[in-house]
């Protein structure tokens, strides 16, 4: 088993207590999910004496699938990253309930810092200053906290569109409250895609902006799949979710644009060059 094995199985270990361990007080309260079927479960696994590990069964007193609970637990981070790069809910369910991830701030600071990176990029390379060169490179920091901003505010748009229409559908959604906070979370860590928008950028052919309608797709895949994780809905529920939070989206860009910014945004720069 390698590193990521063990370092997973940390997460439900047990006590040991004579030959059979017992589960903590923080797995009796069901904190982690069958991968499978999605049903609660108390551990991962079972550690007996000897260190010998048991992976429990999904054996729940609802519907029970009969499978391992969480296979991911001994596999190696990088076939975990594949998996979920391939968007399989099973490893959507292993990183968002059997883990302990808190990156999720650095992850949204780091991708929008990517995509001002883009919007910035495209401003600079279709602007031609003849001012002084103390006043352009003040004016090109600013240009880039600007895109920052208007990133951000395009962002936030795009999930309060999601979270709307999941708030007027929620009867639909799930028998009990969604937690929007952990959807607020799945949709940060499945925006990972953006990370490539910068090696779009530095390795610029003639197929860049195919690369940037692909990347886009790609998130928005990956944001479909986080979403009916989640909440346990089906792909319709989450592909209108989607659709309202981009639709919420493109109102924010066109208002910026009828206010004569250069919001240097996806949908500005893709429809300049195909046309």
Known sequence: MGNGGRSGLQQGKGNVDGVAATPTAASASCQYR????????????????????KITICVSCQKSCQKPVDKYIEYDPVIILINAILCKAQAYRHILFNTQINIHGKLC????LCEAYLRWWQLQDSNQNTAPDDLIRYAKEWDFYRMFAIAALEQTAYFIGIFTFLWVERPMTAKKKPNFILLLKALL???????LLIPAVIWEHDYTSVCLKLIKVFVLTSNFQAIRVTLNINRKLSFLAVLSGLLLESIMVYFF??????????YAIFKSQDF
């Open 34 to 53: 069958c991968i499978e079927c999605n049903q609660e479960a108390k551990e991962l696994y079972r550690d007996y004496n000897h260190g010998v590990l």
């Open 109 to 112: 600071i780091f991708c929008l």
């Open 189 to 195: 860590l499945s925006s990972y895609g953006k990370l």
């Open 257 to 266: 644009q009828s206010m004569e910014w250069d919001v240097g945004s996806d």
